[in-house]
């Protein structure tokens, strides 16, 4: 009797390397569903098991198990539209989630090399290391592309490269959904999200250009962004830990580079050269990691009813313990008989917070966030979120604390720092978004219980909703250590009124860096400046370090100067900073990023007013304080400002009724003008929706908007509309209109407009830097 199924334990490598065959999705599986936080764990893993390595040389990674069941004939007009074109497909039962995302992983991997090499090549005069570098990188590419394709070498087939993985769709299509073609047209024959991706990138398709659905979009994006970041932050500590791993027998990275450098060589090149050399040798140690130190049980069925049987028994039961959970015995045995007294009252603080989720998943997943932060807050340490990471960091850390096995303050302090943390989520991350248009917040009355007042509490809050909604997760690490010193202040009156201050302008410092970082560039979060606040050598915040540095001084300093490092920023000049800054941001494409955008246009009209002086028409100038107060609460979650709008539509208008007011050189064939902050306003959704595209429409929209009533002075509506030369009103105007209330920030355009004054490219470039400026003086005195 043939055995009905096979395992085995595989390395990545060997598991997409088989030749000529191909993964098939089935169609009863679900879509592809994986999102920014799954790519983030894959990434995070994948880099920190790499640095763990450095200390643990053979460290590895298990990504869990896949299930697959052999096609014992490969369907020609369901597979494939030629016969024998793959020597093997397997249907994936488990696991296609997985394997698929590795896949795309191994699409940015291969755009990354294809990108560092020609950089090491281009220095290879200044040294041979640079071009065994860029030659080994290039060496790894023929294995990486066995992660997302797979070779045909059938006569006529067009590329010879195909993507790895398809899935099955309609099957009343003709084609299906996806289908592995000879040399067919690759948008008739790979539909789906994902197989898309794959064929056109095999293609020679940029991924910059490569259309995908959001889901494919968020993980692309968040895996380019992890890799880049890292390739650029990696320095000769961490080439000089490669290096060494390089030669640990039987450890993960032995031999991952074949050439390897004379340290004095690199030593002796320019900072630059330098930290081009450091990035290319971890992303060699990506692919050699990737390839053979990351691991897979592959269980390979006869049945497909038996593969589903397995997959159905391997995920129905269990109820895995949590890193803290296994760790919580040995905090008791530490204290021992103490242990009622002095610490578990703070074990009680951080099992309360996990006990919050009711099934296990959650419960893992809400302890993996807590540790992983509380590793970072409190001995800047990056732990992935695995389990044995986790454990491990745990147990050393408090072993570290314990003098000839006794708990110290240390190791009092270290209990309490997890549980600061598990409390900080329970109270600023876990709670969902409040409904629009709410009028009190729960984080707003949980700060006043701590002691801030109702401003206070209100600006600290609006700056975490901001945070949150931008995704924008390093930045908490920052505020849960303000968190924690107003905690700890709670018994002393004087002590709790100093921490609500400055926990106040941390946030409002973190809000704020966190703007015009993201608004001066286009591209990667400023994870490795939050990372440098809490592992500098130079000083610190985290907990270990002491509490001397945890100032609100000190973060707002190591803001600026991380400003001044990406050269967006003058450290030493508040006066050449602005220049620099909104030089800059002034040029950047505002709309892409949501959150800021918003907030960078409520801050620019924050206490505004519009300007009437001569040529500033359009533009704002300072009112009186509260006169228009935008940063707040209540504000952010209003609809009537939930909108990012075009002034200058985004796409040309199809035809143009008002030919006097269009200018055509808005429109150079991309978004590089109509994005700037300068062409952008809030509106809410259905007045967004309802408002006509050319500019005499929306003035008198905008009018409409800013208008308290029929006593208000200016000119009457029908004749603004005539001087428009408006001939029909949009039917919901005067619904609309009579549901919103008074909105300062669009005055300055209805006075624009009232005054006759066009809306073109060279004001969209005035308002750009008018706004850029009022932005950055709002923002920069939070970092002072």
Known sequence: MAQPFKHDAASLLDFFSQSGRGFYVPYYQRNYSWDEENATKLI?????????????????????????????????????????????????????????????????????????????????????????????????????????????TKTGAQPALKPKIIRAGDVSANPVSDQWTLSGDINNFYRSNTS?????????????????????GSVLRVFREKISEEVQAAD???????????????????????????????????????????????????????????????????????????????????????AFEVFKPQIVKAWGAGYSTAIKPQVDRIEKVLETESNSSDKEELTDKVIVSSALVFNGMERSRRFSEERDWLTDTLEGSLSTGVPTQKSVDFVTSIADQAEYFLSFIKPRRSPRNS??????????????????????????????????????????????????????????????VEFVAV??????????????????????????????????????????????????????????????????????????????????????????????????????????????EGLFTNGMANSADLLNCR?????????????????????????????PTIYPGNYSIVDKIGNLTLLSGPVNSSIYSEWPDKVFYYWHLTTPGSTAAGPTGAALAAALGIGSVPPSLSTLVAASNYLSHLAPLAFRGQAGLHWDAAFIAKRSEHLCQRVFDKLDAWLR
């Not at 050269?273 to 390979?300: D, P, R, T």
């Open 196 to 216: 898309s991706f794959l064929s056109k990138f095999i293609a020679g398709i940029s991924i910059d250009v490569i259309p995908t659905d959001e889901r494919v």
């Open 635 to 663: 504000v952010w979650h209003s609809s009537a400002y939930e909108v990012i709008e075009h002034v200058a539509t985004r796409e040309q208008p199809s035809s143009i009724k008002f030919a006097a007011h269009f200018d």
């Open 44 to 152: 995070e893993d994948i880099f920190s098991s790499i640095k763990r390595t450095l200390t643990k040389p053979e460290n590895s990674i298990f990504l869990g198990t896949v299930i697959l069941h052999d096609e014992k004939n490969v369907q020609t007009g369901v597979h494939s539209d030629t016969p024998n074109l793959l020597t093997k497909v397997a249907n994936v039962v488990d696991g296609q989630q997985r394997i698929t995302s590795i896949a795309m992983l191994a699409c940015v991997i291969a755009e990354q090399i294809s990108q560092t090499v020609p950089k090491l090549k281009a220095l290879a005069g200044s040294g041979a290391e640079f071009d065994a570098l860029a030659t080994e990188l290039t060496d790894e590419l023929p294995n990486i592309r066995r992660f997302f394709s797979v070779e045909i």
């Open 439 to 500: 009028n009190t917040f729960g984080l707003c009355n949980h700060l006043m219980t701590m002691g801030l007042t109702p401003n206070q509490a209100d600006r600290a809050a609006l700056c975490v909703f901001y945070l949150k909604d931008a995704g924008h997760h390093f930045a908490h690490a920052v505020l849960s250590v303000f968190y924690s010193k107003l905690l700890r202040s709670q018994s002393h009156a004087a002590n709790r009124t100093a921490a609500a």
């Open 236 to 322: 000769a500590g961490l080439a000089s830990g490669l290096l060494s791993a390089n030669g640990v027998a039987d450890g993960s990275l032995f031999s991952f580079m074949a050439y390897p450098p004379t340290w004095s060589n690199i030593d002796a090149f320019p900072p630059d050269e330098q930290s081009l050399y450091y990035g290319g040798m971890l992303l060699l140690a990506v692919c050699s990691f990737l390839k053979n130190s990351c691991h897979l049980v592959v269980i390979e069925c006869l049945d497909l009813g038996l593969a589903l049987d397995m997959f159905q028994s391997l995920n129905a039961t269990g109820t895995p313990l949590t």
């Open 507 to 616: 946030c409002e410092a973190t809000a704020a860096f966190f703007t015009l970082y993201m608004g001066a560039q286009q591209g990667r979060f400023p994870d490795s400046d939050y990372r440098a606040l809490f592992q500098s050598a130079a000083g610190n915040i985290s907990f270990s370090s002491g509490s001397a540095n945890q100032t609100a001084l000190f973060v707002k300093s190591a803001f600026r100067q991380a400003l001044d490092n990406q050269k967006i920023y003058d450290a030493t000049s508040a006066v050449a900073a602005r220049q620099i800054w909104v030089d800059l941001a002034k040029e950047n494409a505002w709309y892409s990023r949501k959150a800021v955008c918003r907030f960078a246009l409520l801050a620019s009209a924050h206490d505004a007013a519009p300007d009437i002086g001569a040529g500033n």
